[in-house]
């Protein structure tokens, strides 16, 4: 697997799931259903199966990003496993608050 950066493209090796990476720490892995991702255009692994305990899903069209907020990506395809980076599960990003108009 390459270095994690911005713009690169990657699936996941166990479901659906696809993501775009808008930021990344240097060094940093990142994992969809309990596997290694990969490539966009790589093939998975045989025998590469979805662990039940990293099957919370993802949206298409969300953000997701560690606690510190170093990590962000895109997810363009749903896919039935949740993401994690460094063996931490990525949190949905909220979008910031406006301020009111009165």
């Not at 993802?58 to 560690?66: A, D, E, L, P, S």
């Amino acid at each position: 697997m390459t270095a994690i950066k911005p713009g690169l493209k990657l699936k996941s090796a166990v479901c659906s799931a696809e993501v775009m990476v808008i930021k990344a720490p240097a060094g940093a892995s990142l994992t969809c259903g309990g596997a290694p991702m990969i490539g966009a255009k790589d093939d998975a692994p045989a025998g590469a199966a979805l662990d039940p305990q990293a099957a919370g899903g993802c949206q298409v069209g969300k953000r997701y990003v560690n606690a510190e907020q170093s990590l962000e990506v895109l997810c363009t395809k749903a896919g039935e496993g949740s993401l994690a980076a460094d063996g931490t599960a990525l949190e949905l990003k909220e979008a910031k608050k406006l301020p009111s108009s009165d």
